[in-house]
């Protein structure tokens, strides 16, 4: 077995381009107080010896390690894994890298312990509290924290928050199909049993399905509010088919996510039944996937790369010191994305004869 090379140091270089150590430190650290030439020489040096700078040493010797940190829950749900997917880039044009940090119920580590080794290596925190259930304090930490959720949840008045606006999407999405004429609509995604974030959020689109019936003056059959163990599309899927095969009358169904709504989708047409004309859905999040469903799934965008942006002008703004004072939050507007899923029901009156 050939030996193995020892790395490159800054000693190294210093020796092979004639300079010393703290003429290659300044090279490597971009600083603007060296010579052209030799710049030069050291970056010679560098790329003949293969030489790397430590950036986690460099990193700590400045105070900073341009790195974000997202807790989230797990990746196997669309929503998730786009959002991740908007911060990178949007983390990127700014200049940090993100470190991803799925956590769920099902993880064996301590909350806390989590979070305490993410501020000991970034920046700040990004922390979407889905499934972490119970009171944790994020305002004892050495690096900001920002909330994508807009209640506090335990998690501490004085953390910044930015979310979707999660009933005032709901209202939109319900009276969607009020206006199109549905009346007996189902919401299927309603928390069985807890106070998890999950929770949290089902009970937020619930007050805004339940506040576009009392504004339409409808009132709501116990029976069509549906509770979902989990947010999936297999879950959604036998929360509808037990709907359909108790027959319970149903015009339309608001999933409280697009995930579900997949599901409720399959479930509706293996019964044999249309969509929208026999019953129509909304779903929520505005994945990428709902746009690929046979109908299109009409949905709820959230706004998920506002709610980034914003996100990031709060986290970089506590990072850097232009923003002080106390905790801040901000909801993020949600737009209502009309698609196959839901046009109203067909006219069942032929269309008149044309004029002599």
């Not at 060296?34 to 970056?43: E, F, I, L, N, P």
């Not at 599901?263 to 994945?287: S, T």
Request: no cysteine.
């Amino acid at each position: 077995m050939p030996e193995q090379r020892r790395p490159a140091t800054l000693r190294d270089v210093a020796q092979f381009a004639g300079v010393s150590v703290r003429t290659v430190s300044n090279v490597v650290n971009d600083q603007p107080y060296v010579k052209d030439a030799t710049r030069r020489a050291v970056k010679d040096a560098i790329a003949v010896l293969g030489y790397r700078p430590n950036l986690i040493a460099r990193n700590l010797r400045v105070g900073s390690t341009h790195t974000l940190a997202l807790v989230l829950p797990r990746l196997s749900q669309p929503y998730f894994a786009e959002l991740a997917d908007d911060l990178l880039a949007a983390a990127r044009a700014r200049g940090y890298a993100v470190l991803i940090e799925p956590t769920d119920e099902h993880d064996s580590r301590a909350p806390e312990d989590v979070f305490a080794q993410l501020a000991m290596i970034t920046d700040g925190i990004f922390v979407d509290p889905t499934h972490l259930s119970g009171h944790l304090d994020l305002t004892r930490l050495s690096a900001p924290v920002v909330a994508l959720t807009s209640h506090s949840f335990g998690y501490g008045e004085a953390v910044d928050r930015v979310a979707m606006d999660d009933v005032g999407g709901a209202r939109l999405a319900t009276a969607h199909l009020l206006d199109g004429g549905r009346t007996r609509i189902a919401a299927v995604g309603l928390p069985p049993t807890g106070t998890s974030e999950a929770g949290a959020t089902g009970r937020l689109r619930l007050a805004g399905y339940l506040e576009a019936h009392a504004a339409a003056g409808i009132d709501v059959s116990p029976r069509l509010m549906l509770s979902a163990e989990e947010w999936t599309p297999e879950e959604g899927y036998r929360v509808m088919e037990r709907t359909l095969e108790a027959g319970t009358p149903v015009d339309a169904v608001f999933a409280f996510n697009d995930f579900m709504a997949m599901g409720v989708l399959h479930a509706v047409q293996a019964h044999g039944l249309r969509v929208p004309e026999d019953i129509a859905v909304v779903g929520f999040d505005d994945i990428g996937l709902s746009q690929h469903t046979s109908p299109p799934l009409s949905t709820v965008s959230p706004g998920r790369r506002r709610i980034v942006e914003a996100g990031l002008d709060m986290l970089l703004g506590r990072i850097d010191g232009s923003r002080s004072g106390d905790a801040e939050a901000a909801v993020v507007e949600a737009e209502l994305m009309v698609r196959g899923s839901s046009a109203p029901p067909a006219d069942p009156t032929p269309p008149a004869e044309p004029a002599a």
